[in-house]
Every structure is written in C-alpha cells, then in structure tokens.
C-alpha cells in the first residue's frame, strides 16, 4: 500500500507564491516518477511538471519559468515551487507517482486526494 499526503494549497492573491509539497509513504522500492496535476473546474486535469528519475524535468507551457519541481529523495518527497501566481492558476493540484512497491515488485501508479489552490484578490 502506498499513499501520497499534500500540502501546502491555500488562497494568494495574484503575483504572489506557494509551495506545495506531497510525500510518499508505504511499501516503495523504488520511485520512477513524482509529479503534479491539477483540474480547474469546468475543465479535465492537466499536466503542470513531472521529475523523472530525479533528473529530467516536464513541465506545462503555461507554468514554464514560474514554476519549479524538486524533489528530496530521502524523504520520498516533490514539491512545487509556484511563482507570479495568476488566477488562472486556481485549480486543484493533485501529486502523482509511478513507482515500483516491494511487496510483489509491481509497477503503480498512485494519486494524491488533492489540494485547492486559489489565486485571487
């Protein structure tokens, strides 16, 4: 079993910044990828960043140079760095993972409940 705990979402007015972050917990043996999502109402989820094998970043168009993933390996943890927030940017954001789980060494890939980020003044 493996499970991904947010935080950091809440209201900030336009211009400003929040940090999310989401940790890993349970039978991980190794993690592939960590990354965000998010889902504005009205509209289908969409990529913001992803980080593979620690090393190689995706990120959306849209948050390109405001934003910024890292990830601390020790703590199975990602976060997300969000500048210049624009309301736009309001939305749900939810962690994902693709791992591999040392019970049976199986591929998953695991979600994150999500948390509420809203940009406005």
């Known amino acids: 079993q493996v499970q991904l705990v947010e935080s950091g979402g809440g209201l900030v007015q336009p211009g400003g910044s929040l940090r999310l972050s989401c940790a890993a917990s349970?039978?991980?043996?190794?993690?592939?990828?960590m990354g965000w999502y998010r889902q504005a109402p009205g509209k289908e989820r969409e990529l913001v960043a992803t980080?593979?094998?620690?090393?190689?970043?995706n990120y959306a168009d849209s948050v390109k140079g405001r934003f910024a993933i890292s990830r601390d390996n020790a703590k199975n943890t990602v976060y997300l760095q969000m500048n210049s927030l624009k309301p736009e940017d309001t939305a749900v954001y939810y962690c994902?993972?693709?791992?591999?789980?040392?019970?049976?060494?199986?591929?998953?890939?695991?979600w994150g409940p999500g948390t509420l980020v809203t940009v406005s003044s």
């Open positions: 980080l593979t094998s620690g090393i190689w970043t």
């Open positions: 349970g039978s991980i043996l190794s993690i592939n990828t």
């Open positions: 994902n993972t693709k791992l591999v789980e040392s019970v049976h060494y199986k591929l998953l890939e695991v």
